[in-house]
């Protein structure tokens, strides 16, 4: 499952991810646009006990969230 | 484990406000986000209260701060068009709600750190309106995504204050400066900016804000953010008992005990801050990122203390009898309080309105 959440304010990308993680809990796929998003849903993926992997994407980043 | 980082980062902070109490800063307002941002809206003339006129540059600092430290570590993204408008009338009623209260949720930590019992009043209200912002977050709550502009919309803000600050130091005559109050008692200006530089990197590496620490606790059982918050008041805590400044009373310096207005001034920023998705000082922090939609967001929080002031908005503070004065409860006027009721009812508006999708959320 993958996720956009580029431009949105704070908490909107966590609660995005939450809720995607709750659909798809085996993978899901962030891109973001701000640094501070990457560190929020980074945190709360691992948190939940998720690898995290991060790629630069042009000016975006991409976060792949995994059991 | 990163708690306890950003515990101590917020300990370096409040160690950096102790030390512009220190140097000059007014004891309990060593950085308030609110009243420096009414100091400068001052200082330009934008409103005539004569003891609040300076241009704090701790502002400048945070803004250059955050800007440095994006451009170094590539973060810097020229952002806009997140509903502007709406930011710029929330960045309004955000800084009405804190000079009802007076002083921002940062100055509402220092003066509990202070003793001051009306600002752990004012906290119900600050929580009270965060916890009504994540009820319309959970709604779906959105402004809209911001899109990225050309670079020079971000910098613009950053560049201005940075002239603006270097214009107060050489022509100094174009700019009003209070002679006797709150405006007038200040750290000398170069440590004022290096603090707010040193503030503004840790703001921005750590992603301090003050609303988005209560948030993450009600929201995601989160306790990161706030550990910075409670690092800050640690700090200020401590210097405020080494100096003998910490006092178990109703109201410190600039500063009143209307219970209810102390309340509802903190719930508008709390909400507003929710609804923005950053405190006062995170608004600055994502200006220096380059967030178009932030910087409009300071620029309603300048018209909104101009406002505050010129239409009588902003509370007066409370004063014990004297000798030759007779004690004065202060809190806010009639037209305050219509104001904050005001400033509650267009909030609750962007909420229902915020949550209705549309093409861009």
């Known amino acids: 499952m993958e996720v956009d959440v580029r431009g949105l304010s704070c908490p909107e990308p966590v609660m995005q991810v939450a809720a995607a993680l709750k659909e798809s809990p085996e993978k899901v796929v962030v891109i973001l646009s701000e640094a501070h998003s990457v560190a929020n849903v980074k945190n709360y993926a691992l948190e939940h006990g998720y690898r995290v992997s991060q790629e630069a994407k042009g000016f975006d980043y991409l976060l792949t969230l995994e059991k | ?361």
């Open chain 2, 1 to 361: 484990m990163r708690s306890r980082k950003l515990l101590l980062w917020g300990i370096v902070t409040g160690l950096i406000a102790a030390a512009l109490a220190y140097f000059g800063n007014p004891k309990n307002m060593a950085i308030c986000i609110a009243c420096f941002v009414r100091d400068i809206s001052g200082s330009l003339k934008f409103h005539q209260a004569a003891v609040v006129q300076y241009f704090r540059p701790e502002i400048v600092g945070f803004i250059l701060g955050a800007f440095i430290l994006a451009l170094v570590k590539n973060e810097f993204r020229s952002t806009a068009g997140s509903s502007p408008m709406i930011r710029f009338f929330l960045g309004m009623a955000m800084m009405i709600g804190a000079l009802v209260f007076l002083g921002c949720p940062t100055r509402m930590v220092l003066r509990m750190a202070s003793g001051e019992i009306s600002a752990y009043i004012g906290l119900i209200g600050f929580v009270g309106g965060v916890a009504t912002g994540i009820f319309f977050l959970k709604k779906g709550y959105s402004l809209g995504r911001s899109q990225v502009t050309k670079k020079a919309s971000g910098m613009i803000l950053p560049v201005v204050f940075v002239l603006l600050f270097i214009a107060t130091l050489v022509v100094p005559g174009k700019f009003a400066f209070s002679e006797s109050g709150p405006g007038s008692i200040h750290a000398p200006w170069l440590i004022s900016l290096a603090a707010g530089v040193a503030v503004g990197m840790i703001a921005q590496h750590t992603r301090m804000c003050f609303a988005g620490g209560v948030r993450d606790v009600i929201l995601i059982r989160n306790f990161e953010l706030f550990s910075i918050l409670v690092g800050i008041f640690a700090s200020m805590t401590v210097y405020n008992l080494i100096k003998g400044d910490f006092n178990l009373t109703m109201f410190g310096p600039v500063a009143h005990a209307q219970h209810l207005w102390n309340i509802l001034g903190l719930y508008v920023v709390g909400f507003s801050a929710i609804l923005l998705g950053g405190c006062p000082l995170r608004q600055l922090i994502l200006t220096g990122q380059g967030s178009s939609d932030a910087a409009v967001t300071v620029l309603g929080m300048l018209i909104g203390a101009a406002v505050a002031h010129n239409f009588g908005f902003a509370a007066a503070p409370a004063a014990a009898a004297t000798a030759d004065a007779a004690a004065v409860a202060g809190g806010p006027s009639t037209a305050g309080m219509i104001a904050v009721v005001v400033c509650i009812a267009f909030l609750f508006g962007v909420g229902f309105y915020g949550t209705k999708k549309e093409a861009n959320s």
